[in-house]
Nanobody
Framework: QVQLVESGGGLVQAGGSLRLSCAASGQTSSRYTMAWFRQAPGKEREFVAFLTWSGRTTYYADSVKGRFTISRDDAKNVVFLQMIRLKPEDTAVYYC?????????????????WGQGTQVTVSL
């Protein structure tokens, strides 16, 4: 099993930047596809980005493409989500997730492990 803890959320003005971190502990030697999802009030959990265990493949939701970048530091067992040019519609709780089947899925039901989430609020 792996435990995930997100950090880095906060309040930012539109056009600003934030970097989210997801620290992994436990069976971090295993291979996982790592992803970020988000959930706004009253809405379903939404895929944001994933990164394969090799780091070679990334994929982004159209809504964040060109503004968000997912990356990982394997030495520190941390996954990042760099967010720039933030918009009010990016406001949500952001969750880090791990897929033990190392798939290439944008469906949250395919992910096995989740963090507790970190709030991102973008004001006008």
């Amino acid at each position: 099993q792996v435990q995930l803890v997100e950090s880095g959320g906060g309040l930012v003005q539109a056009g600003g930047s934030l970097r989210l971190s997801c620290a992994a502990s436990g069976q971090t030697s295993s291979r996982y596809t790592m992803a970020w999802f988000r959930q706004a009030p009253g809405k379903e959990r939404e895929f944001v980005a994933f990164l394969t265990w090799s780091g070679r493949t990334t994929y982004y939701a159209d809504s964040v493409k060109g503004r968000f970048t997912i990356s990982r530091d394997d030495a520190k067992n941390v996954v990042f989500l760099q967010m720039i040019r933030l918009k009010p519609e990016d406001t949500a709780v952001y969750y880090c997730a791990a897929d033990a089947d190392i798939g290439l899925s944008t469906d949250y039901v395919r992910y096995d492990y989740w963090g507790q989430g970190t709030q991102v609020t973008v004001s006008l």
